[in-house]
């Protein structure tokens, strides 16, 4: 009886002719979320398996599965030889021995003598009579036994299956710049992404000492945690601080944010060429903040010719929440450092800023030398 | 780094660390082993604890709990001793005081908070009115932390005991002791002092209890170290290094204290009044200069300081999660003040040139803070 973990893929069989590279992607990504673990990775038709782990390390692995993207769902389960005999030594330890339960068989291999419902009853009558304490119950069962007759002679026995991250495998779907600050917003913003299969890399900017490093040590942690799901090694971080203060000093209050976005945006695009990203993702939800209005979008993406993602646009603050707690960014993301953003901030910021008074006001400074100057402060941290 | 938080935590003293070396790396048994090397471990506590009592109280009438920090000796102090009716302490105390008395509540005692002044001391006679005959316990914070503003805690003290007997008198002594020069009163049961602020190490506390109080029960249990009031193998390297500098502070605590009350004031003279505002009363600890650049951060003077090469605090380092101090606001000051505090704090070691570089440091941040 070997202990596996039986891991489904989504969306990949989908893929018609691209099913060979999408599932080398997916193959590889699984691997790189074990990597440190001893284990071993099998293809079978349909599905993996992990196998040849340590027993303590079980509960991990199932962790570190559920964070794959592409995985449909996956079980922790026995294989074992296709008689009888083991299958029911396999069910007897993943079935409970008291309650409702039933047995319910898919056969991959139709040569195998008894059909699907003559094994669950076999299987079902053996059950019954080592736990006098269990019930059968075919229709809302408190426990369900799967066992899945496979081709070569094995046969998998699982007794849940638990629901995977879904989406498509990262690194299917090209690469984009994560303009991460340390809310809750950006890290949800960038988990959406590579959900559908985006590598992420992640910019961060700063106005030290306006910020403190504590603000950036929260964001090396949520780009941390995020690239269990996302990936990536680095963060890049871009001091904005002397762009504020020439704001600041020589704009328009109320354009305070709305000129500082379009030079994050410049920055930001530059950053991405730099490393290969074909997009800007952001954490935008439309109308939450004053940046975030129609007028406010416009305003940067007129600065810009990469597209920019904004995968949170029609979310409302509760949802953001809601996925940022089950990612796991939510509770870092909370703690009380003061964000770029924060530090300058005007008493009213214009909601529906036009384009001509900006690029008057923005005509006040010397971008090209301010970008160029942030462009140079530009660092790299580990985030591993 | 010209260094100016020791009011946060201050550099240990090389010589006492020298000297306490043995204590890590040869005698490094436990204290209560039975054979020469536990005793002789144990010898250097007594040892410890004796001169460390001397320095401010009479040690026949007084015992010294070690423990593992300033704020553990509070939490002792404040839920030992109050355990029924109300407990009186002061809305300028740190942390370690207004937490615990705020937790009093869910253990069924009525905390009351008397107001403080403009300087961080404590209304004195708002104080004695919340005293009453079911006071069981009044805390009173002896330097406050973050004005440097001291209470007269043995006449505090002695009138608590003159409304109700009964009532046990605590006050938190953390930024007192090695600085001023001052005796325990009798009417002072219990006393708390650390040993980072003073030049040893972080990890190391001490209670002081008045002997004839006996009702204190212990905080931790367990293999009856300390007379049984606080359990756990001794930290002796700790203890030791506690115990060598505070003899090198009360070795010349006047000198230091007249010489640093001149810097204070030396400093207060060289800031620009434009500038900044002063929070600190002239007559307050020597060691703590509270000013306030109104209208900017203190949170980003603090930082522009340390890339000019001074590290000054902020209302309280302890505190430095929540926006405003809780204790300056508790004193009457407007958002803008609070907003741009920061907290000059000496050692004996800090010399006229380090005054007046970091005058000139502060000065320069907030002329050029917002660019």
């Known amino acids: 009886m070997e202990k596996v973990v039986i891991v489904r893929y989504a969306e990949i069989h989908l893929k018609g002719k691209n099913r060979g590279y999408f599932e080398r992607v997916f193959c590889v990504n699984l691997e790189k979320a074990l990597k440190g673990m001893k284990h071993e990775l099998r293809r079978t038709s349909g599905r993996y398996l992990i196998a040849a782990f340590e027993e303590s390390d079980a509960e991990e692995i199932l962790s570190r599965v559920s964070r794959v993207f592409g995985v449909h769902s996956y079980s922790l389960g026995y294989r074992v030889p296709n008689d009888l005999d083991h299958i029911f030594e396999a069910a007897r330890a993943v079935c409970p021995t008291d309650g409702t339960f039933k047995v319910e068989t898919h056969r991959a291999d139709k040569r195998y003598p008894m059909t699907s419902l003559e094994l669950s009853a076999a299987i079902g009558a053996r059950l019954l009579e080592s736990s006098p304490a269990l019930r059968v119950d075919v229709h809302a069962p408190q426990h369900t036994v799967y066992l899945d007759i496979r081709e070569e002679g094995t046969a998998l026995v699982f007794g849940s299956f638990e629901e995977g991250a879904g989406g498509m495998p990262v690194g299917t779907s090209s690469k984009g710049l994560l303009l991460i600050s340390g809310g809750i917003d950006s890290p949800v913003a960038g988990y959406m992404m590579a959900k559908r299969g985006m590598e992420v890399e992640y910019l961060h900017f700063h106005s030290y000492p306006y910020t403190n490093e504590q603000a950036k040590d929260k964001v090396v942690e949520l780009a941390r945690i995020l690239s269990r799901y996302a990936g990536g090694e680095w963060l890049s971080t871009v001091k904005v601080t002397h762009i504020q203060e020439e704001i600041h000093k020589k704009c328009a209050p109320e354009l305070n944010v709305t000129l500082l976005r379009r030079f994050m945006f410049r920055i930001?695009?530059?950053?991405?060429?730099?490393?290969?990203?074909?997009?800007?993702?952001?954490?935008?939800?439309?109308?939450?903040?004053?940046?975030?209005?129609?007028?406010?979008?416009?305003?940067?993406?007129?600065?810009?010719?990469?597209?920019?993602?904004?995968?949170?646009?029609?979310?409302?603050?509760?949802?953001?929440?809601?996925?940022?707690?089950?990612?796991?960014?939510?509770?870092?993301?909370?703690l009380p450092y003061e964000d770029c953003c924060t530090v300058f901030l005007p008493e009213f910021p214009a909601i529906k800023p036009k384009l001509s008074f900006i690029e008057e006001e923005e005509g006040k400074l010397d971008v090209e030398g301010l970008v160029e100057e942030a462009l140079a402060s530009c660092e790299r941290i580990s985030i591993h | 780094m010209i260094y100016l938080d020791n009011a946060a935590t201050t550099r240990p003293s090389q010589g006492a660390l020298a000297r306490a070396q043995t204590y890590l790396t040869d005698c490094f048994y436990n204290p209560s082993a039975l054979y020469h090397g536990g005793a002789e471990a144990h010898r250097l506590l007594r040892t410890a604890r004796a001169s460390l009592l001397s320095h401010i109280a009479d040690p026949a009438a007084y015992d010294l709990i070690f423990t593992s920090c300033g704020t553990e000796a509070d939490a002792q102090a404040v839920f030992g001793a109050a355990r029924r009716g109300n407990a009186v302490t002061t809305a300028g105390e740190h942390a370690a005081v207004h937490e615990s008395f705020r937790e009093l509540k869910n253990r069924g005692v009525e905390p009351r908070f008397a107001p403080v002044l403009r300087d961080g001391s404590v209304d004195e006679e708002a104080l004695l009115a919340m005293v009453d005959d079911k006071t069981s316990l009044v805390s009173v914070i002896h330097v406050s932390n973050e004005t440097g503003a001291v209470n007269d805690i043995a006449a505090l003290a002695r009138r608590v005991k003159q409304k109700n007997p009964r009532t046990v008198f605590h006050s938190d002594g953390v930024q007192a002791f090695g600085k001023l020069p001052f005796r325990l009163s009798r009417d002072i049961d219990l006393y708390t002092v650390s040993a980072h602020k003073i030049g040893a190490l972080k990890g190391t506390g001490a209670l002081l209890k008045r002997k004839a109080y006996t009702a204190l029960p212990p905080f931790v249990y367990g293999g009856g170290q300390e007379n049984g009031m606080r359990s756990g193998t001794e930290n002796v390297f700790g203890i030791a290094c506690f115990y060598y500098a505070a003899e090198e502070k009360f070795a010349c605590l006047k000198e230091d204290g007249a010489r640093l009350a001149g810097y204070r004031e030396l400093l207060w003279e060289l800031l620009g009044h434009d500038l900044y505002t002063r929070i600190s009363p002239a007559d307050g600890s020597p060691y703590i200069l509270t000013v306030s650049a109104a209208g900017k951060r203190g949170e980003t003077l603090q930082r522009m300081l340390w890339d000019r090469g001074v590290a000054v605090g902020t209302g309280s380092a302890c505190n430095s999660k929540k926006p405003h101090s809780r204790v300056l606001e508790a004193c009457g000051y407007p958002t803008a003040v609070l907003d741009g505090v920061l907290r000059v704090s000496f050692s004996p070691a800090t010399s006229e040139e380090d005054v007046r570089a970091a005058a000139a440091a502060m000065n320069d941040a907030a002329r050029s803070f917002g660019g």
């Open chain 1, 268 to 334: 930001a695009e530059r950053v991405a060429k730099k490393k290969g990203a074909k997009c800007l993702i952001t954490g935008e939800s439309l109308g939450q903040v004053a940046s975030q209005t129609m007028e406010g979008i416009t305003s940067s993406n007129a600065v810009v010719t990469l597209p920019v993602l904004r995968p949170l646009i029609g979310f409302d603050k509760e949802e953001i929440i809601v996925r940022a707690k089950k990612i796991g960014t939510f509770d870092t993301s909370v």
